[in-house]
């Protein structure tokens, strides 16, 4: 019977599993380093961001801004999952979709590099267990904590890259500006992977292309939530999970790094996808 083996990193650092059988490899994944963060936005922020357009009830989801520990190390994909690993998913498998969005033909142009949308969050779990079974290994959807921390990625500003964005930095509807930006480019549509510069911890469109499901239960504030980086599955709205990240179609105040949306689980479309997280113990 084949065993895990040790995943491969490539010069840059960059982990990717073995299949059980040889015939493949998982998702690229960058070492996340433990630590601590403030998850929320402070005053400010909300400020610059009402001055952008946001509403109040959105921006008291991101409320009491608090200290969590990251304790856990884990690994998280590079960049969302792509066209081209959800196919070779949904050939192992047989999966059919449910959905309205076609997958494979979401209406812009698409290549294997880009990342797959019209996937619900039930979808990504089926995903992740056929991943886990096909590597030996354990994958799962990021806790929302981890993924503001790997988002963050050490900074305190609205986005990675600063306290404004750029089209040249992410891919949203540049139509739109945030916080004297300029601006730019509204492609309308996802791009590759890798086409935009990655954060400081080396991972890939955080910001802006798809919303990323992530695992925890929608709640409306951050009262009673967990301090150690796990997911918030226990009371809420059990009929919704939370996402982040922002997308294509959207503008840039919804990119910031502490922003919160929410989605049915059960929901599909074009502008949402995921990306993975491999536990290390």
């Not at 910031?256 to 502008?271: C, E, M, P, T, V």
Request: proline share 7%.
């Amino acid at each position: 019977m084949p065993t895990p083996a040790s995943p491969v990193a490539d010069l840059g650092g960059v982990l990717r599993d073995r299949f059980l059988d040889g015939e493949g490899r998982g998702p690229e994944l960058v070492l996340l380093p433990t630590g601590r963060f403030q998850m929320g936005s402070p005053d400010h922020e909300r400020r610059i961001a009402m001055e952008a357009g946001s509403q109040k009830g959105w921006l008291a989801r991101e409320l009491p801004q608090h200290w969590v520990g990251i304790e856990k190390p884990v690994a998280m994909g590079r960049h969302p999952v792509t066209v081209g690993e959800w196919r070779a998913f949904v050939r192992a498998t047989g999966w059919r979709q449910s959905g309205e969005v076609n997958w494979e033909a979401p209406g812009f142009p698409q290549t294997d590099a880009h990342p797959v949308v019209g996937v619900n969050w039930y979808d990504a779990q089926d995903y992740l267990r056929w991943l886990g079974e096909a590597t030996g290994r354990r994958y799962r959807l990021p806790s929302e904590a981890e993924w503001e921390y790997a988002c963050r990625a050490g900074t305190w500003t609205a986005f990675s890259f600063g306290d404004t964005i750029s089209t040249e930095q992410a891919n949203y509807d540049g139509s739109f500006t945030y916080n004297g930006g300029a601006r730019g480019e509204y492609r309308r549509g996802t791009t590759p992977a890798g086409m935009f510069p990655p954060n400081p911890w080396g991972l890939f469109d955080m910001h802006g292309n798809v919303w990323e499901w992530v695992q925890d239960v929608v709640h409306d504030n951050y009262e009673g939530a967990p301090l150690d980086g796990s997911a918030w599955e226990e009371g809420g709205d059990q009929a919704r999970r939370i996402l982040r990240g922002g997308s294509w179609l959207y503008n840039p105040r919804y990119l910031r790094s502490a922003l919160r949306n929410g989605f049915s689980s059960a929901l599909s479309n074009d502008i949402v996808g995921f990306r993975v997280v491999r536990e290390l113990l």
